[in-house]
């Protein structure tokens, strides 16, 4: 079984359209990420949700909008895409976000978008 | 802010080299600590991680890592590299529940 979901694995779409990554995890935690990698394989947090809450909410263009209907699911939809919108997409889910308790970060596989 | 520092963008060993790749991080509070590995193509797997207790931290596939305080430093080892170690590895550090990643070190391994 897998244990954080994304779909789909690999999206090619024209500037300007909008598109939906979806994703779901099955370990029962209770937040869920959205991190972007680029072409350098930076990785960067873009949101956080805790129990259908939002915690994390970095500077991220109001395009990219997540939306968490349980706290198994988290969402991403982006608006209007653009060029620089190329990325690879990584969603992760954690038991906990309490440092004292360490949440280790589970990810998915990764939405490759391809912006042409 | 906090950030968090991997000197080397780009290693190449061969194989039965040792390892040593670096992390550096600037956060005075209290942190946890990761290594993630991203084989190719794949997603991020977690190596190892620090929370509290021996700075010393064992992971899988024979790689161990240490925590220096004073140094704010979180190193990862293997005594020896095989092939199939060629990745991406990124440090993390992880604080009031928000967790940065380093820019990540490619390591390519000859056989």
């Known amino acids: 079984d897998t244990a954080v979901s994304q779909t789909p694995k690999y999206l090619v779409t024209q500037m300007g359209n909008d598109k939906s990554i979806k994703c779901e995890q099955n370990?029962?935690?209770?937040?869920m990420y959205w991190y972007k990698q680029d072409s350098k394989k930076f990785l960067k947090i873009m949101f956080s949700y805790n129990n259908k809450e939002l915690i994390i909410n970095e500077t991220v263009p109001n395009r990219f909008s997540p939306k968490s209907p349980d706290k198994a699911h988290l969402n991403l939809h982006i608006n209007s895409l653009e060029l620089g919108d190329s990325a690879v997409y990584f969603c992760?889910?954690?038991?906990?976000?309490?440092?004292?308790?360490?949440?280790?970060?589970?990810f998915g596989e990764g939405s490759r978008l391809t912006v042409l | 802010a906090q950030s968090v520092s991997q000197h080397n963008h780009h290693v190449i060993l061969s194989e039965a080299a040792s390892l040593e790749l670096g992390c550096n991080y600037s956060y005075g509070g209290t942190v946890n600590l990761f290594w993630y590995v991203q084989y190719p193509g794949q997603h991020l797997q977690l190596l190892l991680k620090y929370f509290s207790g021996d700075p010393l931290v064992k992971g899988i596939k024979g790689f161990e890592a240490e925590f220096i305080k004073s140094k704010f430093s979180f190193n990862l080892r293997k005594p020896s590299v095989q092939w199939s170690d060629t990745a991406e590895y990124f440090c993390?550090?992880?604080?009031?529940?928000?967790?940065?990643f380093g820019k990540g070190t490619k390591l390519s391994v000859k056989p």
């Open positions: 370990l029962g935690h209770d937040t």
């Open positions: 992760a889910s954690s038991r906990t976000t309490a440092t004292a308790v360490g949440g280790e970060l589970f």
């Open positions: 993390a550090v992880q604080s009031q529940g928000n967790l940065i």
